[in-house]
Each structure stands twice: as structure tokens, then as C-alpha cells.
């Protein structure tokens, strides 16, 4: 998720609209949004089923229920207070909820593990299914920042990189990855239970195997993951973690017109010690919560992914959608050829502009037998696999949602400067006759980002228990808070929502505000929807002196600022979430 983009020779400055304008626009939109989201007829509510998490694992469904008159004027005084957009250096909240810190970077989380640095996708399994207070956490670890993490600074140096050392790289591969740590609620807190035995850490050093019945670069067991954006979870339990920005640390494979390969080094340098290929990085990793076995998925193909949203049909196969977070990048679906299988079945890539479902299968396509030597290769040069069929170039697809109601695919088109689209949007598409495995599909702008809506630059979506829409913003933290430019409006990276009931119900409402430098991430109910479990990622990341940091959060004795996961609490998540609020009386 992290961009940096271009400053003044791109930014434009905010326009400002007459105030009445603004209203009948912003009333028109509500309206828009209720019925691109899907709401039930006067009377009626439809119930979503019980989501294992943000809607990534939720069927949707057509049951209804009658609402009372009275639960209906319930849902009226649902009143939300919004904050105001805000530099302060905290994490601010809107009245009705409260946070505590449940983990951050360097805490025990074992004899022999800390917990990773820039945590970003959390996702929770409760250990027991009649206990929504007690399990597993996975947590993942994007990057580093290589000031905080192995004390190098380039800064300091006219060469940098001709003082680097392997005990630095050796640190930065151990804060990238991911992290499972057992959590138990305990009086009303979210705590870490360090002597649990599954309490573990997975690193750019792990070993892992990779799904595919062919080796890449000579190996079918790799070392590490990193670069870990977003992810999801399988119908089997296990979490599923997305290796986005993958080229920043061992660089890329990149072919010149006469078919000739060439190397281009990443920014991190690690490639300089330890000589991994770059084809063995960039794929949907697969991690066993019972004993720390992973695995590399290559048949769902190798990009940025930021996300990996699994369906399960009725027949146990699976649809994994999955986006490239990259400027003029494209929108996956995986679908399945065999029940609760990641390796058997066909990769297609989006043609929105044709509402097509585009195979990306050697056997049957002429034009990627020209280019390629076989499937395997088609799946490591996915992003050369698309452009030949003609799919279509979106502005940074990151997160990917199913709504649990209307079985809509939601995903987030965060940003594009060089298009000049600088505060992105959320794209709708629905699925022909509702099928997920369909080869056809239909598209619209759900919603825009922009002063006249009040967010920019939306990123990870999620859906609660109650089918309202939450989501986080993602704006570069090197044109947060400007003078001039496109964002100053919304100053700090926020968390949002989307009523679907009550009189606030197509708002966008900013309910949490997040520290200096820092982004949102990663939301995910817990199975009772009493807690959000939130990222705070990057505070402080535009740091230059760490004796001076541009963010102190969450305000440790020693004044550094600390990647941490929260628990977000509090009336106003409960009532939002409590099925209960839409069931008659």
C-alpha cells in the first residue's frame, strides 16, 4: 500500500463548490449510493449471514425479515458524530469508540520471537467457535524502515549502499512477513498470550513450498516472503497473505524486445547478499496456523497483490479475486476446477471495459503461445499475459470486498497520478445472473473519491455484521497535509463508513483519524462484532533525524514511533454491528 507519487509538477488544487450546490450533490449521491448498494423494500431488512470476517469468506443471501415499526425508529436515532478531518499527531476517535494497543513492533510475542514492523492486513479465528473473545491473529509485515529497523540511514552517506552490511539485511528480513499471535479478551481488553506454543513469526527467511507441479528458476521450496499487503482467509482456516511490492527488495526479471532478460535492482539492495530470484516473490502465500507451514499459490499468478477475496461455491470450488496495486494495472478471478483447490482451474483477467472475464490459459489462447513457453511461464509474467489479451488498465485496484447482501464485487480503485486521477474510487461489479464463476459481468463507479464525498484515495474495504460499508483512505504520506495540492483538505489518512440503516445511511462518515505520516489498515471484525481489529501502519514514516520524529505515536517512554495493532471498542461499533438492531420486536 505504500505509494509515493509525484508533488508539484502533478497536483492540482481543490475546487471549492457554493454551499447549496454542494448539498443537492452530496443528497443525490446518498440517494445513488443506497441503490448501487442494494437495500431491501420498506419494511423489510435483509440479513446477512455470520461473517467470519469483512466479508471475505460471507455468502450472500436473499433471506428477509419484517421490521416493526419500532425497530425502525431504533435505526433513526442511530446517531453517528463524525469527526473532523485532522493533523493531530494521535489516533483520534469519534464519540461511541475507544482503542487500547494490543501489539506493536518489537513486543514478545514468544521465548523467541517479536512481533514485525509495519504491520498492515489483520485477520482473527477464534480458537473455539462458541468463544468470539479467544484466538488466532495474523498480522502482516509490509516493509521496513530501515532507520527505525537496522540502523542504516542513507541520509548519512555519499555512497549508502557501499555501507551496507548483512547483519542489517539479516534484521530487515526478520520484520518483514507476517505474525500469529494468540489474543484473549480479558476484562474487556484484547491481550497477547506469549506462552502460546502457536505464537509465531514468518519471515523473509522461511522456507516455503510453492503449489505448482513445475519448478521456477530450479526450486520448488523458496525462502521467505516479504512486501505483505493485504490477504484473506480459506474455508479451511487457514491465512492467506499477499506479497505485493515484491521487486522493491531482490528487484525484477525484465525481457527487452529480443526476448532478452535483464535485472533490474530493487531499492533495498537485498539481492546484494543473498541472490534469490525475484520469480520466486510476488505470489498469494498460503500459511498453516497449526504449525507455520506455507506455501506459494503460482496458479492465482504473480503481480502486486494487494488482496486475495476467496468465494466458496456451492460445489466447494473456489473463486479468489485478487487486484495489482500498480498505476494501469489489471483485476484477477482465480476460479477452481476442483472442490478447495488454489492450484487446479483457470486465471482470468478483466476487460471492464466489455464486462469479460479474460482466460489467461496457454493451451487455448494463440496470442500467449507467441510470447510464452508454456503456462508457467504465463503465470510469472502475468502482468505481460494481460496486456496481450487486452485487459483493461485500472488506477491502482487494492482491496476487494463481496458484499454479504447483494453479492456485489466492491474494489477500491485507490489512485492514479499520471491520469490525473488523484482521489480514486470504489468500482462495482455484478457478477452475470449472480454467479461468481460467470465469464461475464457488469461495472459502475459505486463512488468517487473528492471534496464533494469526503475521502480520497480509498484502500482496504470491509463489511460488518449489518452489511455497512467501512474503508480506509490511503494517501501518500509525502503530499499529506501541504500547503497546496490535492489533499490538504483531508489532512491526516482516516477510517470511514457507510450506513446502510437509519437515518444516516448513505453518508460517509470519518469515525477514526490516524496519527502523523500513518495509515489505516487491515480492518476486520471479530466474530461478535464488538471489536474492529485495526492497523496503525507507517507513523512517523517521513522521519528524516530519528531524534526528531514527525510522530511519536503511541507515545512509548523512548519517543519512537511503533507500526501497532488496535482493538477499536465501544457502544457505537456494537450497535452498528448487533444483528439483533434489524430483526422484529
Known amino acids: 500500500m505504500k505509494r509515493s507519487g509525484p508533488l508539484a509538477a502533478k497536483i492540482v488544487v481543490l475546487s471549492y463548490f457554493l454551499f447549496k450546490k454542494m448539498k443537492r450533490k452530496v443528497e443525490y449521491n446518498r440517494r445513488k449510493f443506497i441503490s448501487f448498494l442494494g437495500k431491501a423494500s420498506i419494511g423489510t431488512a435483509v440479513l446477512p449471514p455470520f461473517l467470519l470476517g469483512c466479508g471475505n469468506m460471507a455468502a450472500p443471501t436473499n433471506k428477509t425479515v419484517k421490521i ?16 473532523s478531518p485532522s493533523n493531530e499527531d494521535d489516533l483520534l476517535l469519534a464519540n461511541g469508540l475507544d482503542y487500547h494497543v494490543i501489539v506493536r513492533w518489537g513486543d514478545e510475542i514468544g ?39 537496522s540502523g542504516f540511514d542513507s541520509n548519512k552517506y555519499e555512497n549508502p549502499e557501499a555501507h551496507r552490511t548483512r547483519e542489517q539485511v539479516d534484521k530487515e528480513m526478520y520484520n518483514v512477513g507476517g505474525s500469529i499471535v494468540r489474543i484473549k479478551q480479558i476484562a474487556g481488553k484484547w491481550e497477547v498470550v506469549k506462552d502460546d506454543p502457536r505464537n509465531r513469526r514468518i519471515t523473509a527467511k522461511t522456507p516455503m513450498t510453492l503449489n505448482w507441479d513445475h519448478p521456477i528458476k530450479g526450486a520448488s521450496t523458496v525462502i521467505g516472503t516479504h512486501s505483505n499487503c493485504s490477504g484473506g482467509i ?36 537485498w539481492e546484494k547478499f543473498y541472490p534469490y530470484p525475484p520469480e520466486h516473490y510476488g505470489w498469494v502465500v498460503e500459511v498453516d496456523p497449526k504449525d507455520g507451514s506455507a506455501q506459494k499459490h503460482i496458479a492465482i499468478g504473480r503481480y502486486a497483490h494487494e488482496c486475495c477475496t476467496l468465494y466458496e461455491l456451492a460445489d466447494k470450488r473456489i473463486v479468489a479475486y485478487s487486484g495489482d496495486d500498480h498505476n494501469d494495472e489489471h483485476l484477477y478471478k482465480f476460479v477452481s476446477s476442483k472442490p478447495g483447490s488454489l492450484k487446479y482451474g483457470t486465471l482470468y483477467v478483466a476487460n471492464t471495459d466489455a464486462g469479460k472475464w479474460l482466460p489467461l490459459d496457454w493451451e487455448n489462447q494463440p496470442a500467449l503461445k507467441e510470447r510464452f513457453k508454456n503456462q508457467t511461464e504465463v503465470l510469472i509474467r502475468t502482468r505481460e499475459a494481460a ?41 462495482k461489479i455484478t457478477e452475470t445472473d449472480s454467479k461468481f464463476d460467470a465469464l461475464t459481468f457488469k461495472t459502475s463507479t459505486f463512488m468517487a473519491g473528492g471534496a464533494e464525498n469526503g475521502f480520497s484515495c480509498p484502500d482496504n474495504l470491509a463489511f460488518d455484521m449489518a452489511g455497512n460499508l467501512w474503508f480506509t483512505s490511503d494517501m501518500s504520506g509525502s503530499m499529506m497535509n501541504k500547503k497546496e495540492g490535492p489533499y490538504r483538505a483531508f489532512k491526516n489518512n482516516s477510517l470511514f463508513v457507510v450506513p446502510r440503516h437509519g437515518k444516516e445511511q448513505g453518508k460517509v462518515i470519518r469515525l477514526i483519524s490516524a496519527p502523523n505520516d500513518a495509515e489505516l489498515t487491515g480492518p476486520w471484525f471479530s466474530p461478535d462484532g464488538k471489536t474492529l481489529f485495526l492497523s496503525v501502519q507507517h507513523p512517523g514514516e517521513q522521519t528524516i533525524d530519528i531524534a526528531h520524529p514527525t510522530s511519536t505515536w503511541p507515545f512509548d517512554e523512548d519517543g519512537i514511533p511503533k507500526p501497532a495493532v488496535v482493538a477499536i471498542t465501544g457502544d457505537l461499533i456494537e450497535k452498528m454491528n448487533q444483528l439483533h438492531l434489524l430483526k422484529s420486536s
Open 387 to 427: 496486456k496481450i489479451l487486452g485487459a483493461t488498465a485500472l488506477n491502482r485496484p487494492e482491496d476487494i470486498e463481496i458484499d454479504p447482501i447483494s453479492g456485489n464485487v466492491f474494489v477500491s480503485l485507490t489512485n492514479n497520478y499520471d491520469k490525473n486521477d488523484f482521489h480514486g474510487s470504489i468500482l
Open 111 to 149: 521465548p523467541k520471537d517479536h512481533f514485525g514492523f509495519n504491520n498492515d492486513f489483520t485477520c482473527f479465528i477464534p480458537l473455539n467457535a462458541d468463544d468470539p473473545t479467544d484466538g488466532l491473529l495474523w498480522v502482516n509485515h509490509e516493509y521496513v524502515d530501515r532507520k527505525f529497523v
Open 68 to 83: 416493526s415499526p419500532k425497530v425502525l425508529e431504533r435505526l433513526g436515532k442511530l446517531a453517528i458524530e463524525a469527526l
Open 234 to 269: 480459506t474455508p479451511w482456516n487457514t491465512f492467506l497473505t499477499c506479497e505485493e511490492n515484491y521487486d522493491s527488495f531482490f528487484g525484477e526479471t525484465e525481457y527487452l524486445e529480443n526476448g532478452q532478460p535483464q535485472h533490474r535492482p530493487s531499492s533495498y539492495g
